[in-house]
């Protein structure tokens, strides 16, 4: 984990693990399907209950969500071989597979591109500075562009190898204020939040449209096997709801955020069984915000500084969401974690702790004080 319980910033990936690529000839699916059946009772039992902690402990393997991306083989055989790794770490909840094609493939719909920089995820450059000229524009379906075919082609490829026998998530979904960021420096959509609402408000939930429609295709593909709310959140065929993405909310004002974006996040919870809301940063100052959400099922937050610089203060978290029923996804890496998940956990709360211990020894170690922790505070 390092000396230091500070931000990695000479790793690629605070949160990743390396792993061997392992081909869907020599991955063993009997043996995952029947360890994901067993959680699953688990995760149920957790969901009926009003408080209780669940540990998940995310296996990303490196450059998955960077350039690997590109080619839907290497994807594949990188992320069989997390879910094998996976499974020498003591944890309630499976990993999944997820067709990860990169954030900012809205831009497709207005003729952005990806581009590629040297090792490193896709990235696409704003192509508006206002929103009446987004408004004004013809947009094509997420499905007809070359990212969203990309994605789509990536999903059924994922589908075709694995044939539903392990658990698959839906592609990194961004909130409308996310993506709006993608099609408008975010210095100029800030300017429009004040001069032009109406249009902000409407920019917003056309990308909640585009990303909606998009989103059904690829559920459709996935079918029974899919794995929710995905992406950074831990995700399952128990849990529900759809991931927003959402970090961009946290430096507008609330009433704006309320007025202008929630809207839109909510009206995609409605197509998607509820909002589950994720923020990198810290944003104690947006809780009351995000419990007033409608349809909101779950929360995310980092908790410790090896994976977020400017991590969460546990203890305002503890407060605000026991006896909520909403569950907190709380990430911790490094020696603090247990520590970090002391400080959160509080009785009437639903906790999912996401741990990123380097061992096995390590992570049978933190999993029993984290269940003993559950066991003492009723």
């Not at 410790?304 to 709380?330: C, K, W």
């Not at 020696?335 to 956990?345: G, V």
Request: proline share 6%; glycine share 8%.
């Amino acid at each position: 984990m390092g000396n230091e319980n500070t931000f990695q910033y000479n790793k690629r990936d605070s949160q990743g693990t390396k792993v061997e690529p392992v081909s869907c000839e020599k991955f063993d699916f009997v043996r995952y399907a029947d360890y994901e059946a067993l959680l699953a009772e688990r995760q149920k039992s957790f969901l009926a209950a009003d408080s209780g902690i669940l540990v998940y402990r995310r296996v990303r393997a490196d450059g998955v969500f960077y350039d690997k991306c590109r080619d839907y083989k290497e994807s594949l055989a990188l992320q069989l071989g997390a879910l094998q790794k996976s499974l020498e770490f003591r944890a309630d909840i499976a990993n999944f597979l997820e067709p990860w094609y990169g954030i900012g493939y809205i831009a497709g719909c207005f003729g952005g591109a990806y581009e590629f920089p040297e090792g490193q995820a896709p990235a696409v450059k704003p192509l508006f500075h206002s929103v009446q000229e987004l408004l004004a524009a013809d947009p094509l379906p997420i499905e007809r562009t070359p990212a969203g075919r990309q994605i789509l082609e990536m999903t059924e490829y994922f589908m075709d190898k694995t044939k539903g026998q392990v658990p698959v998530s839906m592609t990194d979904v961004q909130s409308p204020i996310n993506m709006l960021s993608y099609l408008l420096p975010i210095t100029d959509l800030f300017m429009e939040v004040y001069d032009d609402p109406d249009g902000v408000r409407e920019a917003a939930m056309m990308t909640a449209r585009l990303l909606a429609d998009f989103l059904k295709k690829q559920r459709v593909i996935i079918g029974d096997a899919l794995a929710s709310p995905g992406h950074g959140f831990a995700s399952s065929r128990i849990l529900k709801g759809i991931g927003l993405s959402d970090d961009n909310s946290i430096m507008i004002a609330e009433e704006d955020y309320r007025d202008l974006f929630q809207p839109a996040d909510e009206w995609l919870g409605e197509q998607f069984g509820g909002v589950v809301f994720h923020s990198c940063g810290n944003w104690e100052q947006k809780i009351p915000m995000v419990k007033n959400m409608k349809g909101i099922l779950m929360a995310d937050g980092a908790f410790t500084a090896q994976t977020d610089p400017s991590p969460n203060v546990p203890e305002p978290f503890g407060r605000a969401f026991a006896g909520s029923g909403i569950i907190l996804n709380a990430r911790a890496v490094g020696p603090d974690a247990m520590d970090a998940f002391a400080a959160l956990y509080q009785p009437g709360m639903k906790l999912i702790a996401v741990t990123y211990c380097e061992t096995g020894e390590e992570q049978e170690a933190l999993y029993g004080r984290l269940h003993e922790m559950e066991r003492t505070i009723r």
